[in-house]
């Protein structure tokens, strides 16, 4: 079966460790992606989802691998479109490695199924989101248009 695949690289002027407290602490996902929560024990096999600032979930699945903080692979699953939540569980890959003062993020979004909807639709949000990640921690303050739930979302 054909996959679907989205692969985004960013090198973020920060440790290892920052940057992964920076995608697993909620005082950090509130900052630049848009007001959400992720709630996990962060073990293998751990539930895990993320948390719209209504409590509502918009996202669910499980870790698949953890090796802070070098690696994280999570089962995910769309909650919040009937047709996304239709074709099943997608697989996250966040890759951290050093180089110099700065750290190679390399995130994979895949699903096991030609033309995914949900690959299609991370592959606009991801960009964003991972630009204000990294501004957030090079500057300070992430991207204002990632700091809030999205209208009518």
Same mark, same amino acid.
């Given at each position: 079966?054909?996959?679907?695949?989205?692969?985004?690289?960013?090198?973020?002027?920060?440790?290892?460790?920052?940057? #992964?407290?920076?995608?697993?602490? *909620? !005082?950090? +996902?509130?900052?630049?992606?848009?007001?959400? &929560?992720?709630?996990?024990?962060? =073990?293998?096999?751990?539930?895990?989802?993320?948390?719209?600032?209504?409590?509502?979930?918009?996202?669910?699945?499980?870790?698949?691998?953890?090796?802070?903080?070098?690696?994280?692979?999570?089962? #995910?699953?769309?909650?919040?479109? *009937? !047709?996304? +939540?239709?074709?099943?569980?997608?697989?996250? &890959?966040?890759?951290?490695?050093? =180089?110099?003062?700065?750290?190679?993020?390399?995130?994979?979004?895949?699903?096991?199924?030609?033309?995914?909807?949900?690959?299609?639709?991370?592959?606009?949000?991801?960009?964003?989101?991972?630009?204000?990640?990294?501004?957030?921690?090079?500057?300070?303050?992430?991207?204002?248009?990632?700091?809030?739930?999205?209208?009518?979302?």
């Amino acid at each position: 079966m054909a996959k679907s695949e989205f692969v985004y690289v960013t090198f973020i002027r920060t440790t290892p460790e920052k940057l #992964w407290r920076a995608l697993t602490k *909620p !005082e950090f +996902t509130r900052q630049f992606w848009h007001d959400t &929560t992720q709630e996990c024990d962060w =073990k293998p096999g751990a539930r895990w989802r993320i948390v719209k600032p209504d409590g509502s979930t918009a996202d669910s699945g499980e870790i698949v691998e953890i090796d802070p903080p070098k690696k994280l692979v999570l089962k #995910w699953q769309n909650q919040m479109l *009937p !047709e996304m +939540t239709a074709e099943g569980f997608s697989l996250l &890959t966040y890759q951290l490695e050093p =180089k110099g003062d700065s750290v190679k993020l390399t995130v994979t979004h895949q699903m096991d199924k030609s033309d995914s909807k949900l690959i299609n639709a991370v592959s606009g949000g991801w960009p964003m989101i991972l630009s204000s990640l990294k501004s957030l921690l090079e500057t300070g303050e992430s991207i204002e248009a990632t700091r809030s739930w999205p209208k009518g979302m």
